[in-house]
């Protein structure tokens, strides 16, 4: 079994794509066709389904998935193994969030440098929708969102953390005096909140549905930091993560509005698609990022339990 047409398979089921795989490993796609049937007489049984133009994985491709994984990411490190972290070459392709993007994680990306100064990175800064779509083709090496829990079905969860979702106001809006409120009344204040496919925006308005009632924001937005201070400047209510708006609350520029039965909350990952093997390039890529942002996310929720005390 050759080491090549595994690899060769694991490109054609990330993308469902033969054309697309052949383009990315520089085959013609012929070769990649008879890799892939070269691997399914080999196995004794088809790795996927030609239905029309799509491409499928079989119940027995499905079960390859993650022995391939295995097998090159332990050929990948094999080859690197007398190679020093200074020495390795590439290029690494790193998802994040707008509001995850607006922490500072210059530190991290600085320390990785430091670490493979050989390697190139390319850093995208979208909506956690886009961001799984473009792992799922194979156009991210990595990402980190914000949303609900992924299930392991499909991804690799390289770590996570519970973050709190807060609804906020200026200290000046009227409810800001309120111990708490209803959502009846959140529904009737003036809201910015952020594009309706963000999952924190979606499961506030879920909410508000599940008790009949509905919201119109003035606003839509993709950047948290943006909401952050017009609602510092005005009127207005926002739902954020706590992450964004913790230092404003600290300053009095911004103050938490408590919502009678109501906690949200969301999780930071660090995701990889599953057939995705974990170079040394793209685990140090993880390490620097999961230390950047565990401390920073760290530093505020703490901070924050401290201000609340």
């Given at each position: 079994?050759?080491i090549?047409?595994?690899?060769?398979f694991?490109r054609v089921?990330?993308?469902q794509?033969?054309?697309?795989?052949?383009?990315?490993l520089?085959?013609s796609?012929?070769?990649?066709?008879?890799q892939?049937k070269?691997?399914?007489?080999?196995?004794?049984f088809?790795?996927?389904?030609?239905?029309g133009?799509g491409?499928?994985?079989?119940?027995y491709?499905?079960?390859?998935?993650?022995y391939?994984?295995?097998?090159?990411?332990?050929?990948?490190?094999?080859?690197?193994?007398?190679?020093?972290?200074?020495?390795?070459?590439?290029?690494?392709?790193?998802?994040?969030?707008?509001?995850?993007s607006?922490?500072s994680?210059d530190?991290?990306?600085?320390?990785?440098?430091r670490r493979?100064?050989?390697v190139?990175?390319?850093?995208?800064?979208?909506?956690?929708?886009?961001l799984?779509e473009?792992?799922?083709?194979?156009?991210l090496?990595?990402?980190c969102l914000?949303?609900?829990?992924?299930?392991?079905?499909?991804?690799?969860i390289?770590?996570?953390v519970?973050?709190?979702?807060?609804?906020?106001a200026?200290?000046?809006h009227?409810?800001?005096q309120?111990?708490t409120?209803?959502?009846k009344?959140?529904?009737?204040?003036?809201?910015?909140?952020?594009?309706?496919?963000?999952?924190?925006?979606?499961?506030?308005?879920?909410?508000l549905?599940?008790?009949?009632?509905e919201?119109?924001?003035?606003?839509?937005?993709?950047?948290?930091d943006?909401?952050?201070r017009?609602?510092?400047?005005?009127?207005?209510l926002s739902?954020?993560?706590l992450y964004?708006v913790?230092?404003?609350i600290?300053?009095?520029?911004?103050?938490?509005i408590?919502?009678?039965?109501?906690t949200?909350?969301q999780y930071?990952?660090?995701?990889?698609?599953?057939?995705?093997a974990?170079?040394?390039?793209?685990?140090?890529?993880l390490?620097e990022?999961r230390l950047?942002?565990g401390d920073?996310?760290?530093e505020?929720?703490?901070?924050?339990?401290?201000?609340?005390?």
């Open positions: 079994m050759e090549r047409n595994l690899n060769t694991l089921a990330s993308l794509n033969f054309t697309k795989a052949s383009e990315e520089g085959y796609q012929s070769n990649v066709s008879a892939i070269q691997l399914e007489h080999e196995i004794g088809p790795l996927f389904d030609r239905i133009r491409v499928f994985l079989t119940s491709g499905e079960a390859l998935l993650p391939a994984r295995q097998i090159i990411a332990t050929v990948l490190q094999i080859e690197n193994f007398m190679r020093s972290d200074e020495v390795l070459e590439g290029t690494i392709r790193i998802g994040l969030t707008d509001s995850l607006e922490l994680i530190n991290a990306l600085l320390r990785y440098h493979f100064p050989k190139h990175l390319e850093l995208t800064i979208d909506s956690t929708v886009a799984l473009l792992l799922q083709h194979g156009l090496d990595a990402a914000i949303g609900d829990a992924l299930s392991a079905s499909g991804w690799i390289w770590d996570m519970e973050i709190p979702i807060v609804l906020v200026n200290p000046s009227p409810l800001s309120r111990e409120i209803s959502l009344m959140l529904s009737e204040q003036e809201l910015i909140l952020m594009e309706a496919s963000a999952p924190y925006s979606r499961q506030f308005e879920q909410t549905a599940s008790h009949h009632l919201c119109q924001p003035f606003l839509r937005l993709q950047s948290a943006t909401a952050r017009l609602v510092e400047q005005g009127l207005f739902v954020l993560p964004t913790q230092s404003s600290q300053a009095g520029r911004l103050c938490r408590a919502v009678q039965d109501w949200w909350s930071v990952q660090l995701v990889l698609h599953q057939s995705k974990i170079t040394p390039q793209i685990q140090g890529i390490e990022l950047s942002l920073i996310l760290a505020k929720l703490s901070s924050n339990e401290e201000h609340r005390r």
